[in-house]
């Protein structure tokens, strides 16, 4: 018995970093301008395709057809490489393009090497820091921790046309 509620005793205090983390995902504001919830801080995919924000992530990725021959050549040019994806839940900049960049990673298959990180409308993130975020979306692409370049706003060509670019430079 003595065995069995230090067993517990340990598996309690190994779980709580778990639920704080967690916690620390996801989490709302009211937007001062619409009254609408937003998400703001270290976000997480399933955060943007649930209750909330699901509606316009599903419209949008859905709809998007990434080309394969350009996915195919970023599948193989991805080592090392990792993203980090600021946007706002209230953008529609935001919401039409990063469920499009989803879509294009989802094709890439096996790449999950990203961070997102939603932002109010002062472009900020409690406890986050943003390096140089005057418009979003904008998605920062890395290899090997040095910045390689980013995608911002809008893409020139298209989003796997312009992720490949970077990562040919």
Same mark, same amino acid.
């Given at each position: 018995?003595?065995?069995?509620?230090?067993?517990?005793?340990?598996?309690?205090?190994?779980?709580?970093?778990?639920?704080?983390?967690?916690?620390?995902?996801?989490?709302?504001?009211?937007?001062?301008?619409?009254?609408?919830?937003?998400?703001? #801080?270290?976000?997480?995919?399933?955060?943007?395709? #649930?209750?909330?924000?699901?509606?316009?992530?599903?419209?949008?990725?859905?709809?998007?057809?990434?080309?394969?021959?350009?996915?195919?050549?970023?599948?193989?040019?991805?080592?090392?490489?990792?993203?980090?994806?600021?946007?706002?839940?209230?953008?529609?900049?935001?919401?039409?393009?990063?469920?499009?960049?989803?879509?294009?990673?989802?094709?890439?298959?096996?790449?999950?090497?990203?961070?997102?990180?939603?932002?109010?409308?002062? +472009?900020?993130?409690?406890?986050?820091?943003?390096?140089?975020?005057?418009?979003?979306?904008?998605?920062?692409?890395?290899?090997?921790?040095?910045?390689?370049?980013?995608?911002?706003?809008?893409?020139? +060509?298209?989003?796997?046309?312009?992720?490949?670019?970077?990562?040919?430079?």
């Amino acid at each position: 018995m003595k065995h069995s509620i230090s067993f517990f005793a340990i598996l309690i205090l190994f779980s709580l970093p778990c639920r704080a983390q967690q916690g620390d995902f996801n989490q709302t504001t009211t937007d001062p301008y619409t009254g609408k919830l937003m998400l703001v #801080g270290k976000c997480s995919r399933e955060g943007l395709e #649930g209750d909330l924000f699901g509606a316009f992530f599903k419209k949008s990725h859905d709809a998007y057809l990434p080309d394969k021959d350009t996915v195919e050549l970023l599948r193989k040019k991805t080592s090392g490489v990792s993203v980090v994806i600021v946007m706002a839940t209230w953008c529609e900049d935001s919401q039409l393009q990063v469920p499009r960049f989803f879509k294009i990673l989802d094709a890439m298959d096996r790449f999950g090497n990203y961070s997102i990180i939603c932002v109010n409308r002062d +472009r900020k993130a409690a406890g986050v820091v943003l390096d140089n975020i005057q418009n979003v979306p904008t998605i920062i692409i890395r290899r090997d921790g040095k910045e390689l370049g980013r995608i911002i706003e809008k893409p020139v +060509r298209s989003l796997e046309s312009d992720f490949l670019g970077l990562l040919t430079l």
